[in-house]
């Protein structure tokens, strides 16, 4: 099946800070997805991005299908951005998402 | 936010004991799907369903049983409650396969 990395895995920032996230997968996909984890537990959809570029505010998000990757980034980072950011694939024809294994993202005042 | 509920949001049970875990959704979304979270392993897929009595399994099925009898309703069984099934379940609905929205989650621990 296919492989999902993120990196990095632990990132500390201060407020205020830029930074960015790394996926790379290992097959062509036909949807690539971000998401944040809050310290909650509660999953948010950052972005449905299998090629291109969106923004959303201060993050924003690029996939290069071609060459296997996604960036994630977050500009003005705010304490509220702290948790695990995931990225996930779902590569040929099935619905079977894959997740990576996260960036855990802690934003200090 | 999309209208996904999952029952009960915390449960303790004993080994051996059957559980059952609910996701309900008010979005008529088609594929609805069960992930297990655990730490070292990220989101992994228990199964999913792709319409109304048709599911199928995901990469850890293991252990595990699922209905769909009605669109807006996906259960979870664990026949036999075992300490490895100790997670935090998460349901996710998909309007077309594409962006998937998560439940709350519900967290099982299993003695």
């Known amino acids: 099946g296919i492989q999902v990395e993120q990196s990095p895995p632990d990132l500390i920032l201060q407020e205020g800070a830029n930074s960015t996230l790394r996926c790379n997968f290992s097959d062509s996909v036909n949807n690539l997805q971000w998401f944040h984890q809050n310290p909650w537990g509660q999953l948010i959809n950052l972005f449905y991005?299998?090629?291109g570029t969106k923004q959303n505010g201060r993050l924003s998000a690029t996939t290069v299908a071609t060459e296997r990757y996604s960036l994630l980034y977050i500009s003005s980072s705010q304490t509220t951005d702290s948790g695990v950011y995931f990225c996930a694939v779902l590569g040929g024809s099935n619905y079977k998402l894959t997740f990576g294994k996260g960036t855990l993202l802690t934003v200090n005042p | 936010d999309a209208g996904i509920t999952q029952s009960p949001r915390h449960k303790v049970t004993e080994t051996g004991t059957p559980v059952t875990l609910r996701c309900h959704q008010t979005e008529n979304h088609r594929y609805m799907y069960w992930y297990r979270q655990d730490p070292g392993h990220g989101l992994r897929l228990i199964h999913y369903s792709y319409g109304v009595k048709d599911t199928d399994k995901g990469e850890v099925s293991d252990g595990y049983s699922v209905s769909r009898s009605k669109t807006e309703d996906f259960l979870l069984t664990l026949e036999s409650a075992t300490s490895s099934q100790t997670s935090v379940y998460f349901c996710?609905?998909?309007?077309?396969?594409?962006?998937?929205?998560f439940g709350p989650g519900t967290r099982l621990t299993v003695l």
């Open positions: 996710a609905i998909s309007e077309r396969a594409d962006t998937q929205y």
């Open positions: 991005i299998p090629s």
